[in-house]
């Protein structure tokens, strides 16, 4: 019986372990898709010059991802912003600051809201064959994200 449940007791920490890591990776793989969803919307956007493509497509990102903070396009050609960055404004400054941000945007950087809540920030150039025309944003709140591995770690606790 001790050999038993040394073994099952084992076997079920290295599982919550690694499965805490392949969890982690499933979900930032989920969000780099969505921010090339959202890169590919801007591309067209841009082709069809249909600012309402992007617009829509943030609603509806609003609506069905909980998780997320934020979701714009910098368009730096127009020089204006297009979609949901209130927070994103709040944490650059000005959407002056933004277009600077835009022109040489790291993949992914953590960013922090004055009420300390922090920010995972994923920015995706977005160009036309005759350029880059601009940015695609997308940043999720770190603490959801750190709820939705949680909750996928705690619901493998009750199955083991």
Do not use: W
């Amino acid at each position: 019986i001790l050999l038993i449940s040394i073994t099952v007791i084992g076997t079920s920490y290295a599982t919550l372990y690694f499965l805490k890591a392949l969890v982690f990776q499933e979900i930032e793989s989920s969000q780099r898709v969505l921010v090339e969803n959202l890169k590919k919307v801007c591309e067209e956007s841009q082709i069809t010059k249909d600012d309402l493509l992007v617009y829509n497509y943030v609603m509806s990102l609003q609506k069905t991802v909980g998780a997320i903070a934020y979701a714009a396009f910098a368009d730096t050609q127009r020089k204006m912003v297009l979609g949901e960055h209130d927070k994103l404004l709040s944490v650059v400054g000005s959407e002056e600051k933004i277009m600077e941000k835009a022109a040489s945007a790291e993949p992914v950087e953590y960013l922090a809201l004055a009420n300390g809540k922090r920010i995972i920030n994923h920015a995706m150039s977005v160009s036309l064959p005759q350029g880059k025309v601009g940015t695609a944003f997308l940043g999720f709140y770190e603490d959801k994200v750190a709820e939705n591995i949680q909750e996928s770690v705690n619901q493998i606790k009750r199955i083991t």
